[in-house]
Each structure stands twice: as C-alpha cells, then as structure tokens.
C-alpha cells in the first residue's frame, strides 16, 4: 500500500515525501484511514512502529479545516512524559509544514507565562503531560470543552506512573461526543478497562506482540557482583564498537554516580532523569542527539519513545525493575530495522528481576562473552546464586567488600572465555508487520515549519508539573523505589519462604550457626580488616 492510498491531503502527502517514507507502516496503513473516518482507536503498540505519524498525520487534516478559539483547544494529546510531548510535537511540525495549524507544548518544567500566552492564541492541538494541564486547567487558563479529538499516547506508561487519576480527571472534563484515540505497547486487563471507559465502538489495531524484541538487536547478559559492575561497564565501552549509547540505571541517584564515574574515567557521557530541572533535560538530549556526548546515562524517562535514530548500544546497568521496561529500554537500539546491541549487567541481587525479563521474553538472554570481561564474571546471573553471594555482600560491615582479592573471583567458565565475541541472539519473533521489515533508514533533515509552535521557555520548577491533588503522581517519572527496596518486599529463598525485610547494616543467620561463632576463640581481625576496595559511593580506581 502507497501512503496515496490512505486518504491523506496533498499537503500531508507531500510532508511525508519529504520525510523520505516510501510506504506506510502497518499501524499507518490500518490506522490513518479509520481515525479520518472519526472513529475511536485503539492501538496496541510499540514505539518505533511509526505510531506517532500514524495519529498525526490523519489529525492534521482532520483539524486543517476550523479555527481555534482562544484558549479552547481543538485537540488534545497526553502523553506520560515531557520527552514523549516534544517528541509528539516535533511530529506535528514535520508532517504538518505545509499547513497553517497553531499548537501549544504544556509540559513541566516549563515556564507558565509562554504557555499561557500561547493557549490565549487559540491552539489546534495541544499536546500536554497531564499534571500541567490539570495546573493550567485549575489557573482557569484553558477551557476544554472545545476539545473534538483525545489522543491517550502509551497508557500503559501512564498507568505504571501513577497517572490515570490525572488522565480520568482530564477526560472528565472533555465533551462526551469526541473521537478518541488510545494508544498503549501492552494490553492487559487494567488498560482494557480504562480503553472501555473511555473509547466507544473502538477499531482495534494491534500490530506487535507485547513484549517482544526487534530481532535486529543482539542481546546479551554480564553476571558481575554489584560493586564490579561500574568497571565492568567500562569494559564493555573500550572493547565493544560503541558509537553511542543509552546506560539505564534504576534509580536517579545511581545515574548522578554512574555519570560522574564514568567523566571521571574520561568518557564523554551527560545524564538524564526525572529530578533535574526541564532546561537541563532538553539540553542534555539536544546534546545526545546531535552526538555531542557519546553516553546518555539515564533513568527509565528515557525508556519510552525517545526517538534517536543510529544508537548502537543500549546498556541496562540494573535489571529494570519492571520486566517491560526491558523492551523499551533496548528499544532505543536497533531502530527502524537497523542493527543495535542490548547488553545488561546482572548483579547477584538483580537475579528474580532478570527471570522476569526472561520469562517476560519467552527466552533466555546469553551471555555476553568478551575476554576482557572474564575476571569480572561470575559463574551465572541465574542460578539461585543470590543467596550465597548476595547474603555475603550483605552482612559486610558497610565500606568493606570481599575479603577475596580481585584476582580470585569466580572467573567464567573456560568455554566462554576461549570465545571473543558475543553470542548474537533471536529475540521474540518479530511480529509479521515489525517496522524493520518495512521501514527505509530515518529521514533526519527537516524543513522549515510554518506550524506554530509555542516558542521553547525558560525552565521553571520541575515540581510544578505535579498537581497537588493527585497522590498517586508522587510515583511519577522514574521516581520509584530501587530494585532492592522492593525486591525486600517479596524477596523468598529458593525454598519459597519469604526472607526477612532488614537492611544492610543487619546480619541475620536463621536457624543455621555460622562458623567462626562455633570456632573459639573467634578472630575479629578476619571481619575487622577485610579488604576494602569500594564503599557505597563511586571508589573504583
Ligand atoms: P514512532 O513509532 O512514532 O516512535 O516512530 C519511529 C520512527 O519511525 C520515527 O523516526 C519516524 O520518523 C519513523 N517513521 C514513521 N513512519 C515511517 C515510515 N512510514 N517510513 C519510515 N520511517 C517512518
């Protein structure tokens, strides 16, 4: 099917052109009619399926025809995070060039006067977070009830960060009779809930698995103890060919580490998550994607979307929390058919998390096997070793780690370090419609656009995106508890039985006697003096 055949204006047609798309992706194909038709959709799928083009596109035309009036949007579009809504308007800017449509960007972050000024211009499309929105709806600075046309952009999204009380709210507000079109990478009950309260007689377009991987993208997984993992990262950047890339971390704090570490071992890297303020965020990924800085360390606010073509690696330095979270990390790598490498380094700790990833994938990830990385592994990720490893790490006095030098931790097995290379690996198989069997390489040059768009603000207070309200967005962004703090709360040995919730300072031994407390006279230089080669913070030398 040719893009001529979807019903799109001449306009349209001749942005897309220039976009250099030769053919439609599935969910542009079956999508872009429906939504011109003005019915309800709901979509099931990922980013990278050319999903934003295929609700723009047909809205452009949709709301070509019609003026806004001054601060009575046309349209609506929310989206999780403030990187997701630019990302949505620069769509709208370059598939809607041709056209005279006004759009305003209400995200957090951002200054309210430039916001406000825009919205009292009249907007055709608004694209907002939903904690701003709600800010500039409870100012009296907007009236929705002119709103025609809902787009709910990666609810599944919304909803792991807490902000379908926001969303119900907002669509409360909005004119029963409107088209509406959802869009989520998963599907499970909760979503199909929330789909049914808000979209009527929906066509539904599915066009991937949830939960599968491009098969562009090799995968592979480093079992390393937590403390070896910074200078197992550094490793993997020197001897692996990365051109660039995106190091997840789970919790902000750890990115504020892994980034300075990292500087401060000489590589280019800038940092990204939740808690830093707006201006800093658009400037560090404005950096990143113009490949002023090799190494984005980030939170999972860079997980969804993030649209950067040509990223070569994708490096989970924790097992996200979140098995899904997983697809969208490494879905920053291997885009639009394109060849990308995931590799994630399993702590002893991380073990349930990456069983779930595994199982979440229907397949296990090898492991990656690179000879430089031998000494640093340990013998499995995956094998319940947890318990001998994780327990020892935990009852250290704090600042001290392994009595064992470096030199004497478990190496990997003689098979894997006889090979150089990493095992590449077949995700999931990809869905029939996969974007990478259809899509050309990105178009990356932009024309000029006459759309309008809300001219980019000064930042302001990242807080004021929350609205006092609603309690639950206090779980917003990557705003969640660390991978131990919840695996604390459902953590169970291999025989099932839930062990205790204590902290780090705490040893506790059960019913077993260790040792040296059977042994007299016990030797307190052996636990007083253990070696200590890394406390909490960033010491590897
Ligand atoms: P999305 O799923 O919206 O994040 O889009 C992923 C990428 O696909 C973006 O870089 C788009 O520019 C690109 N894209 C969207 N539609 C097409 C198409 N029909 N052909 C080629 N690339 C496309």
């Known amino acids: 099917m040719d893009f001529a055949d979807l019903g799109l204006t001449p306009d349209t047609l001749k942005a897309v ?73 620069d769509n709208f800017v370059k598939y809607g060039k041709y056209q005279s449509l006004s759009m305003a960007l209400l995200i957090g972050g951002s200054s309210f006067t430039d916001q406000e000024k825009a919205l009292e211009r009249g907007v055709d499309v608004l694209i907002a977070t939903p904690g701003r ?22 609810a599944d999204r919304m909803l792991d960060m807490g902000f379908i009380p926001d969303v119900e709210r907002i669509v409360g507000l909005l004119p029963k009779i409107r088209q509406t079109l959802f869009f989520s990478a998963t599907m499970d009950k909760e979503i199909k809930k929330l789909a049914d309260k808000f979209l009527m007689n929906p066509k539904e377009i599915a066009v991937s698995q949830p939960a599968t991987a491009a098969t562009t993208i090799e995968q592979g997984v480093v079992a390393v103890r937590n403390d070896d993992k910074r200078e197992a990262l550094r ?33 280019d890297a800038v940092a990204l998550h939740g808690d830093m303020p707006q201006s800093k965020r658009n400037e560090t990924l404005a950096k990143f994607k113009a490949g002023e800085a090799e190494l984005l360390v980030c939170s999972d ?12 690696h994708v490096i989970n330095f924790d097992v996200p929390v979140n098995a899904e979270d997983y697809i969208h990390r490494i879905g920053r790598t291997g885009r639009a058919g394109k060849e990308g490498h995931a590799y994630t380094l399993s702590s002893p700790a991380d073990v349930k998390l990456l069983a779930a990833v595994e199982k979440m994938l229907k397949q296990s990830i090898p492991p990656l096997i690179i000879e ?4 640093l592994t340990i013998s499995t990720a995956n094998s319940g070793d947890e318990k001998s490893t994780g327990k020892r790490e935990r009852g250290r006095p704090r600042g001290s780690r392994s009595a064992k030098p470096r030199s004497k931790k478990v190496t990997a097995p003689k098979t894997e370090t006889a090979q150089t290379e990493s095992t590449p690996v077949s995700a999931a198989e990809p869905p029939p419609e996969s974007l990478s069997e259809t899509m050309p390489v990105d178009a990356t040059t932009e024309a000029p656009a006459p759309l309008q768009s809300a001219p980019e603000p000064p930042p302001e207070k990242a807080e004021s995106e929350k609205p006092k309200a609603a309690q639950p967005r206090k779980n917003r962004d990557d705003d969640r508890r660390s991978p131990n703090e919840r695996a604390r709360k459902t953590r169970r040995n291999p025989h099932g039985i839930a062990e205790m919730d204590i902290g780090d300072d705490v040893v506790a031994f059960g019913g077993f006697t260790p040792a040296f407390l059977q042994d007299a006279p016990y030797r307190a230089t052996e636990l007083e003096n253990p070696q200590n080669d890394s406390g909490e913070g960033d010491t590897d030398s």
């Open 372 to 375: 430089e990385l031998a000494e």
């Open 235 to 267: 490793r993997i950047l020197r001897v692996k060919d990365v051109h660039n890339a995106f190091i997840f971390c789970n919790r902000k704090k750890d990115v504020d580490i892994l980034f300075k570490s990292l500087t401060s071992h000489g590589f």
């Open 17 to 89: 052109s220039d976009a250099g798309y030769l053919t439609p992706t599935p969910i542009q194909e079956q999508a872009i009619p429906v939504v011109l038709m003005g019915r309800d959709v709901l979509g099931v799928a990922q980013t990278g399926t050319g999903k934003t083009a295929a609700f723009t596109m047909p809205m452009i035309d949709i709301l070509s025809d019609g003026r806004a009036k001054a601060r009575m949007p046309r349209s609506l579009i929310i989206a999780p995070t403030r990187e997701l809504a630019a990302q949505i308007s």
């Open 133 to 154: 929105l709600l800010d500039l709806y409870e100012r009296g600075r907007i009236l929705l009830n002119d709103v025609k046309l809902l787009v709910i952009d990666e």
């Open 301 to 312: 606010v860079a997980a969804r979307g993030l649209d950067i073509s040509n990223v070569s």
